[in-house]
């Protein structure tokens, strides 16, 4: 290759991370505001937030469509080999963003935006007042531009639209992939649930620590757990919201919760979850972080770190009994706060109705009704006014149980009315490769169990760090398994683990 042509590549690459910077800072001025708007807009603000947010939407749609960039990576491309492991990643996630915008003509892309703003808001009352009717229009709405979208994308990358909706949350993802997991999980789980619940009824019954629990101590509770999990707060907040969540940007990280005076545990292990998500975004890769080599790997890796320390560290005996005397103190000293009791709640199962709030063994449940409904509903086999009866004869069918309405149904999640389409299938997947990293990272790190005990997270935020978080997205999610524990995405460490949790020996 010729020297003119090496230098037109190193230029061409050097002038791509230039202008993915720019469109780096706008996502994370859009983070901010998507999160702004789920804690504190007033719903007479909504409109007009609706309207910012679509339009800094299309600019950042417009600037990964400009010939430029087509012809910029193009000439990058030209001479890989100039560039080291870190930029050709770098170049490969570049090329996924201008494939996946110029996918989408501009109006579409607004149009996307406005209606999952407006349904989203809609939503927050429809919810409240159980009136799926009010919410259904806005939804069939938002639903058929998700379509529109998955098509258009699906014919570019050369796959079913809802592996494109697949794959805004994990690259690569398949629903094939999907189901062979969850085939394995459907096999395993209506077996064990019945023996977990067996297994339970045979012990003391459970003493439920009795409230009222104040907001402002649930709150102190919860800032200092998060100060022993290693959150900075220089760069960092906890707020209230009607869904968890968490935004923002690795050097301004958002996370809300939400509590109720009447228990403690939701509230709790809400922040615990979220303040997962938030040390992941805080240690991805500093050198990388205007890059999109330097975001997160996806969701499957994001929900495998908030996992990791809500439901296979935070549950755990050692945490418990770290915590139990603090709950004691905050709460009022008593029976119900010792360890042993504090850990049987902790790791109690039933057939819940509210996915955020069930346990890791009927948890998969949920999300396959969900993942089973919006594959339906984008292939046009489910329509919107037959969610309700379609989500009730699913729970009847997964968990042996109905809601007694539609807002503690179909209605309970944020995700359909913001338009995240795709996204649920992570959580499972992402409690799989929870499981793998964790078993790895305990037998790796002997002390982060003992550690843990004493209300300290380093050794295994450490390990985190060095074998996830600082590799942002380098590496496919199945590459940094292999290369982390050993194996690519599967359910036996899952399966391990909810046996050795729920029915021990």
């Known amino acids: 290759m010729s ?16 202008h993915f910077t720019r469109i780096s800072r706008l996502d994370g001025a859009l983070s901010v505001l998507d999160w702004d708007q789920a804690t504190m807009m007033p719903n007479g603000g909504a409109d007009a937030r609706a309207e910012q947010l679509s339009t800094l939407k299309l600019i950042r749609h417009e600037a990964l469509c400009s010939s430029e960039i087509a012809d910029l990576l193009a000439a990058a491309e030209d001479d890989l080999s100039r560039l080291d492991g870190w930029q050709q990643a770098n170049l490969a996630r570049m090329r996924r963003s201008w494939r996946n ?42 639903l058929q531009l998700t379509r529109d ?23 690569g993802a398949k629903a094939a992939a999907v189901d062979a997991l969850f085939s394995e999980l459907e096999d395993f789980l209506p077996d064990f649930l019945p023996q977990v619940l067996e297994h339970q009824r045979r012990q003391p019954a459970i003493m439920e620590p009795k409230g009222p629990f104040p907001v402002d101590t649930q709150r102190a509770v919860a800032l200092e757990l998060m100060r022993d999990l290693g959150f900075d707060f220089e760069h960092g907040r906890l707020d209230v919201s009607h869904h968890p969540f968490s935004g923002g940007v690795p050097d301004d990280v958002r996370i ?9 545990l939701q509230g709790l292990m809400a922040v615990l979850h ?8 805080r240690g991805l890769p500093k050198a990388w972080r205007s890059q999109p080599v330097g975001r997160a790997r996806g969701m499957i890796a994001h929900e495998s770190q908030s996992l990791i320390v809500e439901m296979l560290a935070c549950r755990g005996p050692e945490f418990v009994g770290y915590l139990a005397p603090k709950m004691a103190a905050a709460f009022g000293d008593g029976k119900a706060w010792t360890p042993v009791n504090l850990q049987r709640l902790f790791q109690h199962v039933e057939r819940d109705l509210i996915r955020v709030h069930a346990n890791e063994v009927t948890y998969p449940l949920h999300v396959l009704l969900r993942y089973r409904l919006e594959r339906a509903m984008i292939g046009g086999d489910l329509l919107i006014p037959d969610l309700p009866g379609a989500w009730n004869d699913g729970m009847r069918l997964l968990l042996g149980i109905s809601p007694p309405n539609d807002a503690d149904g179909c209605m309970q999640d944020v995700h359909w ?22 078993a790895a990272a305990k037998q790796q790190q002997p002390e982060i169990l003992p550690a843990i005990s004493k209300g300290k997270f380093k050794p295994l935020m450490g390990w985190l760090s060095d074998n996830v978080h600082q590799w942002g997205s380098r590496y496919s999610t199945d590459e940094l398994l292999v290369r982390t524990t050993g194996a690519p995405l599967g359910t036996a460490a ?10 021990p020996d």
């Not at 037109?8 to 690459?13: E, I, K, P, Q």
């Not at 349904?119 to 919810?127: G, K, M, P, S």
């Not at 899952?494 to 029915?503: E, I, P, S």
């Open 494 to 503: 899952f399966k391990a683990h909810l046996r050795a949790r729920y029915l």
């Open 149 to 171: 979208a998955a098509t258009a994308k699906a014919a570019l990358i050369g796959c079913s639209p809802y592996d494109a909706l697949l794959d805004q949350f994990d690259s």
């Open 256 to 264: 809300t919760t939400r509590y109720i005076d009447t228990e403690f």
């Open 417 to 438: 009315p913001a338009g995240l389409f795709g996204y649920f299938p992570t959580y499972t997947l992402g409690a799989l490769a929870a499981a793998q990293f964790f």
């Open 3 to 18: 020297r003119n042509k090496s230098e037109r590549a190193d230029n061409a690459y050097n002038t791509l991370e230039r």
């Open 274 to 281: 979220e303040t997962g998500h938030a040390m992941y975004e």
């Open 101 to 142: 915008a110029t996918a989408l003509p501009a109006d579409l892309v607004e149009a996307l935006s406005l209606a999952a703003c407006n349904c989203e808001v809609t939503w927050r009352t429809a919810r409240k007042d159980n009136n799926f009717k009010s919410l259904a229009p806005s939804l069939d709405i938002l």
